[in-house]
């Protein structure tokens, strides 16, 4: 289905719709620096406990290595991703930090990796939650026939897959793409036209991204598409200034429902 918006005081046909994930559909509870940091230190002693168990660090000496090691490169790691617009995913970087200590693994390689990964991220997936409206809003643009997308830059593809599932709105979508599959982080153009792609949307001008900062907003804008910015009531340190002139806002998922409506 295509629906027509008013926009830049022009008439644009709507095919699709791409939604970034953390603070546009889902929001973490209670946000802070020091809490996302909480939580990966408890994910971190997840993992460490599992490659305990299985025997593959074998002594405190080994684990403290690891833990230095891994915390260094996942800093440094980060701070090129935002540079670059890069990804590395928490399983490359399990990988690359065994690699570096040990010199064999006696396990199957890449599911160790995921396992790992998945284990770090648990405790950030559980304090993630969807906004009260926002999978009535989703169903209500499925019913339109509107093509859906998420695009997420996470480093882990599964935890925001998961997440979706455990609330029951992994149907709503036609694609689920976050950095860690695609490689590229938003605002980069890749992200977004590989979306497109998955989509099977050609016409980048017939497609609405929705999101919460500058990745989204401008890069999409920069990609062709039609941006919306969803102003969450929480401020983040060193957020970039976001100049888009008309730009479409929305303070509650379901205004985009009045938006398309129009």
Not at 225 to 248: G, T
Request: aromatic content about 12%.
């Amino acid at each position: 289905m295509i629906v027509v918006l008013t926009y830049e005081y022009c008439i644009l046909k709507v095919e699709g719709i791409i939604f970034d994930w953390g603070f546009t559909l889902f929001y973490f509870e209670n946000p802070s620096v020091q809490k996302y940091y909480k939580c990966f230190d408890e994910g971190l002693e997840k993992a460490l406990d599992l490659l305990i168990e299985s025997k593959i660090l074998k002594s405190v000496e080994l684990k403290n290595t690891f833990v230095k090691k891994f915390r260094r490169k996942s800093k440094s790691y980060f701070r090129e991703s935002i540079k670059s617009q890069i990804e590395y995913p928490t399983s490359l970087i399990f990988k690359e930090v065994l690699e570096e200590i040990l010199s064999e693994i006696e396990v199957p390689f890449e599911k160790l990796f995921q396992r790992l990964a998945n284990l770090y991220h648990s405790c950030e997936a559980e304090e993630w939650k969807p906004y009260p409206n926002t999978k009535a809003t989703l169903k209500t643009l499925k019913q339109k026939n509107l093509k859906l997308a998420l695009l997420s830059n996470h480093s882990n593809h599964f935890t925001v897959e998961n997440v979706l599932k455990n609330y029951g709105m992994l149907p709503f979508f036609d694609t689920i793409i976050t950095s860690a599959i695609v490689g590229k982080r938003k605002p980069g153009k890749e992200a977004f036209f590989y979306t497109l792609r998955e989509l099977g949307i050609k016409k980048a001008e017939s497609v609405m991204v929705v999101g919460d900062e500058y990745a989204d907003v401008v890069g999409g804008k920069r990609a062709g598409l039609i941006p919306v910015l969803y102003k969450r009531k929480y401020q983040f340190p060193y957020e970039k200034e976001i100049n888009i002139p008309n730009l479409l806002e929305i303070k509650d998922i379901s205004e985009i429902l009045e938006l398309i409506e129009k």
